[in-house]
Every structure is written in structure tokens, then in C-alpha cells.
């Protein structure tokens, strides 16, 4: 128990960090951070051939996705974004076709309108999933938000996953527990990589 209280406190004292770092970057600086990720994003192999796309709506602290979704519906793609399950820890995708098919939650984050959307269904085979986090590593494992929400609907998602972060949030190692998954792929505003693991899977749709 001692050894799991310590993760979460290093965990949570991480965040504390990284967000830091990202309310001092200027909205010029958040900009052009965002700019290189989003370019980065179009010219990954596993986006131009997939036919449908996973990601989070963004938050103000976020690395930017809004674009990422109109050019996904523009370039003919299917895209598909969460929606938090009330009074539980899981989240649901929903299929959209326009921002105005979203709606703000409790939480202030834009969510598809469950009436208005058609759900997505499947363990994601085939498809790109776009995951966030305050922060990821070397090896492609994250430290995200806390909640839980994405570490357990990674567990039975059978597509490419590709962690987006910006560089200054980068760290060589994270603390991380027993049942967290590195993502396949990683972009960053400087760099790209391919993760090589003996948990990753095949990364080519």
C-alpha cells in the first residue's frame, strides 16, 4: 500500500508540474507547438491510411485536436470522440460530422451529443486512436489526468494508438503502474517516434 500511495503522489505532483509548464507557454508559443503537432499528425502513414479517427476534444491546457477533427471530416474520414458514462469510469465514443453535434459536460469539456450521434462501436481494429496526456515518455507510456478514463478503454482497443505532447512535457522515464500501456506511436512539436516494446503492437493499418 505505501508503494501505491507514493505512485499517486508522484503522479499527481507531476501534473502539478507539467501543467505549469503549459499555462507559462504565450498563445503564440501554444500556437506554433500546436501547428507542428497537428502537421506532424498529417503526415503519419497510420492517419493518411486510416479510414477512422479516435480523439479527445481539447481542452485550453490540451494539445490542440479542433483542427485535427475538421481536417479529419474534411479529408473524408470517419471521426469519433468521448463521451464520459455518468457515474462511472468509463467513456463511450460517438461518431460526429460537425463541432455543432457537441455539447459542453459538467466538466467544461465538449462531448458528442448521444441523440444527435451514432455510438461507435467495435474494439477499435483498424481504426487511429489519438490519446492524450500531460505528459509522456521515452518508451511511449503517459501520465494522464487522473481519472482513469482512457487507461481502461485502451485495455480492449485493438487499433493504433498515437500519444500527442509537447516536447517541454516530455521525460525520459515516468512513474508508471502494472497495468498501463504505452501508445505505439508518439508526436511531439519536435520530433516523432515509432515506440519499439514488447507490449507495442503492429503499427500499420
Known sequence: MPMIRNLK????????VFKEIRRNYTPQQKQE??????QRILTLYQYRKTRTLLTYVS????????????????????????????GTTRMEFYYITNMDQLEKS??????????RCRPFTGNG???LCVVPGMSFDSHGYRLGYGKGYY????ANYAGVTVGICYSDCMRWNLPKGRYDKPVDLLV??????????????????
Open 125 to 127: 481494429e483498424k481504426t
Open 106 to 115: 459538467s466538466f467544461g469539456v465538449l462531448e458528442p451529443i448521444p441523440s
Open 33 to 38: 507547438r500546436d501547428e507542428a503537432i497537428f
Open 59 to 86: 481542452k485550453s491546457l490540451e494539445t490542440d485536436t479542433l483542427r485535427l477533427i475538421r481536417q479529419a471530416l474534411q479529408d473524408g474520414k470517419q471521426v469519433a470522440v468521448p463521451r464520459c458514462v455518468d
Open 9 to 16: 503522489e508522484e503522479k499527481n505532483r507531476l501534473r502539478e
Open 188 to 205: 511531439t512539436d519536435r520530433f516523432f517516434r515509432k515506440i519499439k516494446t514488447p507490449e507495442s503492437k503492429e503499427v500499420f493499418l
Open 151 to 154: 487507461d481502461r478503454f485502451l
